[in-house]
């Protein structure tokens, strides 16, 4: 009781700042050495397997078949070989359109059903929020057979052709991404004032025009975040992908996968393209990390999933 | 349990005495109108639960509603903006999570699969041969333990990173960057990278063989197993780094002028003043992580490929490889509820734990 009271005191002084040599010893958690241990552990444990994926794609397959960290040659010419060989190019234009698209339909609908799940009470209300947090956790595994079914059943009943088409692989990854996606705007629709909302109603605004003019201009962190995890959602899907698509329309990574498959013959797998292919795959999706990581980790946190 | 991840939510701030004049008036109104709903809404939080709703639920609130006058959030409700969204999970989710039930009840192969509507009912005959002559409580065993294993490692190494990254240092961001990568990076990613480090031979056999040690086989055999862990383990320590950063976050900055003023040890600290902060969002990493280990299927699917060797055969992949392996896709579905059932008991905490609502928010229970 005293240790807070004289805390609340000296919290007051003036040379208590934010950032202050004396505030960070305060603040202090650990001891330099531990920190630095700790530190340095963790650094290694993440980067020596990246550098590792940039070293074996530019060394040779038998480099790296016999276990060179460092290549003993050094080519870039994986990167030039990959777009033809297993058709990484048409995979990843297809992942590119098919995620894309997930993204933007999805935050669309996710802020529309988010905001009408946030300002408005209805019967139902609580359980479709509690729905939206259990739909998250639905294993794709469960899932994969009776959606594949439905498809097929909608070609042989409607005439509708789903299976093997982007079409199937999108509409699947947009209702697997609408449930995090629409958690994320609940989330962030909570925290905006209702005030510039009954002065548009005022002014005479619709639902709509609520929705569209004061809600989306200010949602715009709230939508980037939902559109990404949705973009991620597609992206890194292997299960549908696999079970859904034809070489025409397959993904980045299923195109990933045929290296593989491609290393039973006997021979040395395409090891260095493997890695370079990897690289490729991973290099959009890191990229937007670190452009929106702040807003990322935020929603993350928020929506409390992966 | 505590979900102090869900605590920083910012409230809307409600209307109050500082409205601007021209305001006032009108924003008042809407207050007393909006009153009216919120009051039926906590009716109807509440009844279920307490039963105190006499008769059946519907009629009773018709009954009432005319005689109030309907609030402005009633009035035009755009309830219309939940059906694309609600339509699409309705058909896409719930359609198929039934289907897959029913289907767990037929006799389904390659040939009755075209015109499965007409396949053969045979009850509880695929559960009985899932339960008693299937690898399936062998894999059940295998997802649970793995998940269980690769949480326990995890918690530590995403506490340590948190406890060391919360303080300021020079390179602090690119430090938290870097933590991030293993989280990032697309699973088949991953999963592709470790699966060719693990190659007889490869750069992990070279590196342990440089010391003297004789590893064995990593993707084939019972060491499969702990290869499957690792690999997991460096995928998902970020996460329990994220959540307990933002638990670490919370922590009042009095406390630690508290604990410095008492002279306690930085060990005593962590122990009695910083890690009770901790445990609201670690339970929740505990049950979202075990929730996406036991989920998970790239991981295992690009890593071993399928058929998966025995001791890597988690329930994912083998519920993958009887449909589209073996085609026994009834056995499959029934597998499938399983993992559901198993999946239902850390999905069940979490959704008891989690608030759904704010504490300010008309209507809201937790």
Same mark, same amino acid.
């Given at each position: 009781?005293?240790?807070?009271?004289?805390?609340?005191?000296?919290?007051?002084?003036?040379?208590?700042?934010?950032?202050?040599?004396?505030?960070?010893?305060?603040?202090?958690?650990?001891?330099?050495?531990?920190?630095?241990?700790?530190?340095?552990?963790?650094?290694?444990?993440?980067?020596?397997?990246?550098?590792?994926?940039?070293?074996?794609?530019?060394?040779?397959?038998?480099?790296?078949?016999?276990?060179?960290?460092?290549?003993?040659?050094?080519?870039?010419?994986?990167?030039?070989?990959?777009?033809?060989?297993?058709?990484?190019?048409?995979?990843?234009?297809?992942?590119?359109?098919?995620?894309?698209?997930?993204?933007?339909?999805?935050?669309? +609908?996710? /802020?529309?059903?988010?905001?009408?799940?946030?300002?408005?009470?209805?019967?139902?209300?609580? *359980?479709? &929020? #509690? @729905? $939206?947090?259990?739909?998250?956790?639905?294993?794709?595994?469960?899932?994969?057979?009776?959606?594949?079914?439905?498809?097929?059943?909608?070609?042989?009943?409607?005439?509708?052709?789903?299976?093997?088409?982007?079409?199937? +692989?999108? /509409?699947?990854?947009?209702?697997?991404?609408?449930?995090?996606?629409?958690?994320?705007?609940? *989330?962030? &629709? #909570? @925290? $905006?004032?209702?005030?510039?909302?009954?002065?548009?109603?005022?002014?005479?605004?619709?639902?709509?025009?609520?929705?569209?003019?004061?809600?989306?201009?200010?949602?715009?962190?709230?939508?980037?975040?939902?559109?990404?995890?949705?973009?991620?959602?597609?992206?890194?899907?292997?299960?549908?992908?696999?079970?859904?698509?034809?070489?025409?329309?397959?993904?980045?990574?299923?195109?990933?996968?045929?290296?593989?498959?491609?290393?039973?013959?006997?021979?040395?797998?395409?090891?260095?393209?493997?890695?370079?292919?990897?690289?490729?795959?991973?290099?959009?999706?890191?990229?937007?990390?670190?452009?929106?990581?702040?807003?990322?980790?935020?929603?993350?946190?928020?929506?409390?999933?992966? | 349990?505590?979900?102090?991840?869900?605590?920083?939510?910012?409230?809307?701030?409600?209307?109050?005495?500082?409205?601007?004049?021209?305001?006032?008036?009108?924003?008042?109104?809407?207050?007393?109108?909006?009153?009216?709903?919120?009051?039926?809404?906590?009716?109807?939080?509440?009844?279920?639960?307490?039963?105190?709703?006499?008769?059946?639920?519907?009629?009773?609130?018709?009954?009432?509603?005319?005689?109030?006058?309907?609030?402005?959030?009633?009035?035009?409700?755009?309830?219309?903006?939940?059906?694309?969204?609600?339509?699409?999970?309705?058909?896409?989710?719930?359609?198929?999570?039934?289907?897959?039930?029913?289907?767990?009840?037929?006799?389904?192969?390659?040939?009755?699969?075209?015109?499965?509507?007409?396949?053969?009912?045979?009850?509880?005959?695929?559960?009985?041969?899932?339960?008693?002559?299937?690898?399936?409580?062998?894999?059940?065993?295998?997802?649970?333990?793995?998940?269980?294993?690769?949480?326990?490692?995890?918690?530590?190494?995403?506490?340590?990173?948190?406890?060391?990254?919360?303080?300021?240092?020079?390179?602090?961001?690119?430090?938290?960057?870097?933590?991030?990568?293993?989280?990032?990076?697309?699973?088949?990613?991953?999963?592709?990278?470790?699966?060719?480090?693990?190659?007889?031979?490869?750069?992990?056999?070279?590196?342990?063989?440089?010391?003297?040690?004789?590893?064995?086989?990593?993707?084939?055999?019972?060491?499969?197993?702990?290869?499957?862990?690792?690999?997991?383990?460096?995928?998902?320590?970020?996460?329990?780094?994220?959540?307990?950063?933002?638990?670490?976050?919370?922590?009042?900055?009095?406390?630690?002028?508290?604990?410095?003023?008492?002279?306690?040890?930085?060990?005593?600290?962590?122990?009695?003043?910083?890690?009770?902060?901790?445990?609201?969002?670690?339970?929740?990493?505990?049950?979202?992580?075990?929730?996406?280990?036991?989920?998970?299927?790239?991981?295992?699917?690009?890593?071993?490929?399928?058929?998966?060797?025995?001791?890597?055969?988690?329930?994912?992949?083998?519920?993958?490889?009887?449909?589209?392996?073996?085609?026994?896709?009834?056995?499959?579905?029934?597998?499938?509820?399983?993992?559901?059932?198993?999946?239902?008991?850390?999905?069940?905490?979490?959704?008891?734990?989690?608030?759904?609502?704010?504490?300010?928010?008309?209507?809201?229970?937790?």
């Amino acid at each position: 009781m005293t240790a807070t009271a004289t805390a609340e005191r000296t919290g007051a002084a003036p040379s208590f700042r934010p950032g202050s040599k004396r505030q960070h010893e305060v603040t202090r958690l650990l001891p330099g050495p531990l920190l630095a241990c700790i530190l340095v552990f963790l650094c290694a444990l993440v980067l020596i397997p990246v550098a590792y994926i940039f070293l074996a794609s530019v060394n040779s397959d038998i480099g790296v078949a016999n276990g060179e960290f460092v290549p003993s040659t050094f080519s870039l010419e994986n990167y030039g070989k990959i777009w033809s060989s297993v058709g990484l190019a048409t995979g990843l234009a297809n992942s590119v359109a098919v995620a894309g698209m997930t993204a933007v339909v999805s935050a669309a +609908l996710s /802020i529309a059903t988010a905001y009408v799940l946030v300002r408005y009470q209805f019967r139902g209300r609580l *359980t479709a &929020l #509690r @729905g $939206l947090l259990a739909l998250q956790s639905v294993p794709g595994t469960l899932m994969v057979l009776p959606v594949f079914v439905l498809f097929s059943s909608s070609a042989s009943y409607l005439g509708i052709q789903v299976i093997g088409t982007q079409w199937g +692989l999108f /509409i699947t990854y947009l209702t697997f991404a609408m449930p995090f996606s629409t958690w994320v705007m609940v *989330t962030y &629709l #909570r @925290g $905006l004032p209702r005030e510039l909302e009954e002065a548009a109603r005022i002014d005479g605004a619709s639902n709509v025009g609520v929705l569209v003019r004061i809600i989306l201009p200010l949602s715009w962190p709230g939508i980037v975040v939902s559109g990404i995890f949705a973009f991620l959602l597609g992206w890194n899907d292997v299960l549908f992908a696999s079970v859904m698509t034809r070489p025409e329309s397959q993904t980045a990574a299923v195109a990933l996968q045929v290296f593989g498959a491609s290393q039973e013959g006997g021979a040395i797998p395409l090891y260095g393209q493997m890695m370079a292919a990897s690289l490729v795959c991973a290099a959009p999706v890191v990229i937007l990390y670190l452009i929106f990581q702040r807003y990322l980790v935020g929603g993350l946190t928020a929506g409390g999933v992966k | 349990m505590t979900t102090d991840s869900f605590k920083d939510l910012r409230t809307a701030p409600r209307p109050s005495a500082g409205t601007p004049a021209p305001m006032a008036g009108p924003a008042q109104a809407g207050r007393v109108a909006t009153a009216g709903p919120a009051q039926a809404g906590r009716v109807q939080a509440a009844g279920p639960g307490a039963g105190a709703n006499p008769g059946p639920d519907g009629p009773a609130r018709l009954n009432r509603r005319p005689a109030r006058r309907k609030g402005l959030s009633e009035r035009n409700r755009p309830l219309w903006m939940l059906i694309p969204g609600g339509l699409l999970m309705f058909v896409i989710i719930v359609v198929p999570l039934l289907l897959g039930i029913f289907m767990s009840t037929l006799s389904l192969d390659q040939y009755t699969l075209r015109k499965w509507v007409s396949a053969p009912f045979i009850g509880v005959e695929n559960f009985v041969e899932a339960l008693t002559s299937s690898p399936l409580l062998h894999s059940v065993w295998l997802s649970v333990s793995y998940s269980l294993i690769a949480m326990v490692v995890t918690l530590p190494l995403g506490i340590a990173a948190a406890v060391a990254t919360q303080n300021s240092f020079r390179g602090r961001a690119v430090v938290r960057s870097i933590f991030l990568v293993p989280y990032v990076l697309p699973s088949f990613v991953v999963a592709t990278v470790w699966r060719t480090m693990f190659q007889p031979d490869g750069v992990i056999d070279s590196a342990l063989g440089s010391v003297g040690i004789d590893a064995g086989l990593w993707l084939n055999g019972p060491q499969t197993f702990w290869t499957l862990v690792l690999v997991q383990i460096w995928a998902s320590w970020p996460f329990i780094y994220l959540l307990a950063l933002s638990g670490l976050q919370s922590v009042d900055h009095e406390v630690h002028e508290a604990s410095a003023l008492d002279g306690a040890l930085w060990w005593n600290k962590l122990r009695y003043v910083v890690f009770p902060y901790l445990k609201g969002p670690l339970a929740l990493a505990f049950l979202i992580g075990m929730l996406h280990h036991i989920n998970n299927f790239t991981l295992p699917f690009v890593l071993f490929g399928v058929p998966a060797p025995a001791d890597v055969e988690v329930l994912p992949i083998l519920t993958y490889v009887t449909s589209f392996q073996s085609f026994r896709f009834g056995l499959s579905a029934a597998m499938a509820f399983v993992s559901l059932v198993l999946i239902a008991i850390p999905l069940f905490i979490y959704l008891r734990a989690v608030k759904l609502d704010d504490a300010e928010t008309p209507g809201g229970k937790k």
